[in-house]
């Protein structure tokens, strides 16, 4: 089956952005865009704090309101769900979901529960609606998941001096 890219950015309750990027399979182009309209869309936005943004890739023609996400004890882009599955080739990946709800996580909100109903809703979206790798691998396994923290760091550049944003840098 054929391989389309598809990629998804999400902004958090403060401004945040994050991205997801991957791989699809579909019998052919339509049938790939209309998977990602009727299955992708609601089952990230369903496990996500963030709002989704923007879609690419063979996703890019779908209309996204503008908005930002809900805040929450695991409310910025900072906090992300990793799931770790085996390709059909033997090859581990991960895919990663940007302000997860915290009913995704076991009491020690570090370890993905994976009878949640969002994380079911997720894996259910791996294994069933065509996610694959750049060869069109296939996920076989699912090794687990957990939560990653990844500080958005901001670089002060010519015009903002200040990271924080309290002063004009002129």
């Not at 049938?31 to 709002?51: C, D, E, F, K, T």
């Amino acid at each position: 089956m054929p391989v389309y890219p598809v990629s998804a950015t999400w902004r958090d309750a403060k401004g945040l952005t994050s991205w997801i990027r991957g791989f699809i399979t579909g019998a052919d182009l339509h049938a790939a865009n209309a998977n990602i309209a009727v299955n992708w869309v609601s089952r990230l936005q369903g496990a996500s704090n963030a709002h989704l943004q923007n879609l690419g890739g063979i996703g890019a023609g779908l209309p996204v309101p503008p908005g930002y996400g809900t805040a929450s004890n695991f409310g910025t882009c900072e906090d992300k769900a990793r799931f770790v599955f085996e390709m059909a080739s033997g090859a581990r990946h991960h895919l990663d979901i940007p302000a997860p709800h915290t009913s995704m996580f076991l009491a020690d909100t570090e370890t993905l529960d994976v009878t949640a109903g969002p994380t079911v809703g997720i894996i259910a979206l791996l294994f069933t609606y065509g996610w694959c790798d750049a060869a069109g691998h296939v996920p076989t396994n699912m090794i687990g998941g957990y939560r990653v923290r990844t500080k958005l760091h901001r670089r002060p550049g010519l015009y903002v001096k200040n990271p924080q944003l309290t002063t004009p840098a002129i």
